[in-house]
């Protein structure tokens, strides 16, 4: 074979280079096309209401109801029974400087348009998992554990960008940002804007979507503790913000924890595409301590001195005001304790993350080959220096006188 190829003329040669780099190709096209096909055959269609049926068609049985919910708007006998699922309730009309302006206050009908938001949530979770994620898992080639961290981060991710733009076009509006003592005066804050309101009840709707979607994702039960720990700290902050009128406070405070939360999500998503990527970490770094520093801030200025020195004290479920003294350090404490623990697993993080990166460190010190030191060409009477035989004392050596005959 040899032989043969060193026959051939340099032209043969480039042929069949391209001619077998041509056959690779195809090689590797059939090998994907068998991939895709095996892919294919897993989606197989499983029986009627079983487990397996339930986790792969969950997105269409929700749709299913949503439709269900929407055709009811289009009869006059079920349209006032419809509309409680798709329009926030409890709206008030009141005259302002601007004209007559609705607002919303909350109450127990709520439960249903969060009930409708939270089939729309799952909804979305699947299109995204199905057009986005899973198309970019299939060309990562990633183990099952990240795999399952790498859906986690990029539907949190898309989830923290719409909700931090949505909060901050809330902020400016309102004009919140502008007058930071806005948020505590004038409390109880019960009256509530649509966008306020919608935007509060669409949170409650997608972190109880949540839930349920640890099983629909069939998360491995080393993750679920995890996921199941921020879940229920959303929950109790939002509905405590919502319940307990700190409406105005809990949009600054989920602004700057939606930011924080986005940037580790984005640079989680660019460790697992390629693991050099890990500057995204240290710019996350000073985002979060920054967030902790904040968030205590404002709420030690909101309620620790504002709500304090505000002329409505005192207990009253019909006015809403729920401005004590044992709430507001029920609230600051709640607030404390998280933010302590979120600083203490950053913590740990960091620490796990300078161990790694010593112990890789190490690893290639040994790994790195020594280099050979240069020997000198030495002789009897001693070495060869810039081309002069040198004497091992330093001095040149003494030259042998001929026996003249």
């Known amino acids: 074979m040899r032989r043969a190829w060193r026959k051939l003329t340099p032209e043969l040669r480039s042929q069949r280079i391209f001619f077998l780099s041509e056959i690779n190709k195809e090689a590797a096209g059939k090998e994907a096309a068998v991939e895709d096909m095996a892919f294919r055959r897993r989606n197989k269609s499983y029986p009627f209401f079983s ?37 926030p309730q409890y709206n008030v009309t ?6 007559e302006v609705t607002l919303y206050h909350y109450g127990w009908k709520d439960s249903a348009t969060i009930l409708f938001y939270f089939f729309i949530a799952i909804i979305l979770h699947a299109v995204v998992q199905e057009y986005l994620l899973d198309k970019v898992n299939r060309r990562l080639h990633l183990s099952k554990s990240k795999n399952t961290k790498f859906n986690e981060s990029g539907q949190l991710c898309v989830f923290h960008l719409v909700s931090s733009v949505w909060s901050f076009y809330i902020l400016i509006t309102e004009g919140y940002l502008l007058h930071p003592s806005s948020l505590w005066e004038n409390y109880p804050h019960v009256h509530l ?11 409650l709707a997608y972190w109880l979507h949540a839930l349920p979607e640890l099983y629909f994702q069939k998360v491995r039960k080393e993750e679920i503790s995890r996921q199941l720990q921020y879940i229920c700290l ?10 307990l009128n700190l409406s105005r406070v809990g949009l600054v405070l989920f602004f700057l924890q939606y930011v924080s939360e986005l940037g580790f999500h984005i640079a989680r998503l660019f460790y697992f595409t390629d693991e050099n990527h890990q500057k995204m970490f240290d710019l996350w770094a000073v985002s979060f301590v920054f967030t902790r520093m904040a968030t205590l801030t ?3 200025l909101a309620v620790g001195f504002g ?6 004290q005192g207990l009253d479920w019909e006015m809403g005001n729920f401005n004590t003294v044992l709430i507001r350090m029920t609230v600051l404490l709640l607030v404390c304790l998280t933010q302590s623990w979120l600083l203490w697993k950053f913590i740990r993080f960091q620490l796990r993350r300078w161990r790694e990166f010593r112990h890789e460190q190490a690893v290639r010190k040994k790994a790195a080959p020594k280099q050979p030191l240069r020997t000198l060409k030495r002789d009897s009477l001693g070495h060869h220096e810039n081309g002069v035989l040198k004497a091992e004392n330093g001095a040149s050596p003494r030259t042998k006188k001929l026996k003249s005959t």
């Open 94 to 99: 009141t005259l302002s400087p601007e004209g």
């Open 307 to 312: 709500l304090a020195r505000a002329e409505s």
């Open 193 to 203: 804007r649509f966008q306020v309101k919608f935007f509060y009840l669409t949170q």
């Open 51 to 87: 487990q397996e049926f339930l986790i792969q068609n969950h997105a269409d049985i929700v749709f299913s109801l949503v439709i269900f919910i929407l055709i009811g708007l289009m009869f006059e006998a079920t349209a006032k029974t419809a509309i409680l699922f798709i329009q």
């Open 234 to 243: 959303y929950l109790l902050h939002i509905a405590a913000a919502y319940l």
């Open 298 to 300: 404002l709420m030690f």
